[in-house]
């Protein structure tokens, strides 16, 4: 059974302090993982996909990097407003495969 | 455009009371997915569509059925809420069944 792990379940950062998130993952094959942005009472924002081991994608303050068995988010001095839930969510390879997501991160970052 | 849109936005229903929920989509997306999402559990999926007059089961489908009559839209229904089927419900879409972009949610009350 595909499965996805996120940690820490929360994370508490000063603005400015730099940390990532990890998410791993058991699929037999890849076809895609994918991290999300959820802020309170919002639908997922889409933020990334990755698709090989060495893929790196960067969007602002984050940096999405994978492994052949986990993902990481990586977040360069980061400021309040980056303050949500961000999920990662994988894809195997066959067919029509739904997405399996993790249960998320929530990250808080302090002023 | 105006993406993904799910209506109603609130509901509260009675034990018993039967809804449906609308998802609509103006990106021409021929998949269409509909989750919902509880504390600590994450989001899960209870019904997907990989085209129109498709429809499959997920992880959680007892108690909802689906409809994809029409490409742009999508159609969740509870015959008869039961408590345990109170949560927000995310719809989401996808070109091509990986990225998926989500609507803003229905927070759904059952008493």
């Known amino acids: 059974e595909d499965q996805v792990t996120q940690s820490p379940e929360a994370l508490r950062l000063q603005e400015g302090e730099s940390s990532s998130l990890n998410c791993s993952y058991t699929?037999?094959?890849?076809?895609?993982l994918f991290w999300y942005r959820q802020d309170p009472g919002k639908g997922p924002e889409f933020l990334f996909t990755?698709?090989?081991a060495g893929e790196e994608k960067e969007k602002e303050r984050l940096k999405a990097t994978l492994t052949k068995k986990e993902s990481f988010l990586h977040i360069t001095a980061p400021k309040p407003e980056d303050s949500a839930t961000y999920l990662c969510?994988?894809?195997?390879?066959?067919?029509?495969?739904?997405?399996?997501f993790g249960k998320g991160t929530r990250l808080s970052v302090i002023a | 455009n105006a993406g993904v849109t799910q209506t109603p936005k609130f509901r509260v229903l009675k034990t018993g009371q039967s809804m449906t929920l609308l998802c609509a989509q103006d990106?021409?997306?021929?998949?269409m997915y509909w989750y919902r999402q509880d504390p600590g559990m994450g989001l899960r999926l209870i019904h997907y569509?990989?085209?129109?007059?498709?429809?499959a089961k997920g992880e959680v489908p007892d108690g909802y059925n689906v409809s994809r009559l029409k490409k742009q839209n999508f159609l969740l229904g509870l015959e008869s809420a039961a408590p345990s089927q109170t949560s927000v419900y995310f719809c989401?879409?996808?070109?091509?069944?990986?990225?998926?972009?989500f609507g803003p949610g229905t927070r759904l009350t059952v008493l």
């Open positions: 699929v037999s094959g890849l076809r895609g």
């Open positions: 990106m021409n997306h021929e998949y």
């Open positions: 989401a879409s996808s070109r091509q069944g990986n990225e998926q972009f």
């Open positions: 990755l698709y090989s």
């Open positions: 969510a994988v894809q195997a390879p066959s067919g029509n495969t739904p997405l399996v």
């Open positions: 569509s990989v085209g129109e007059g498709t429809t």
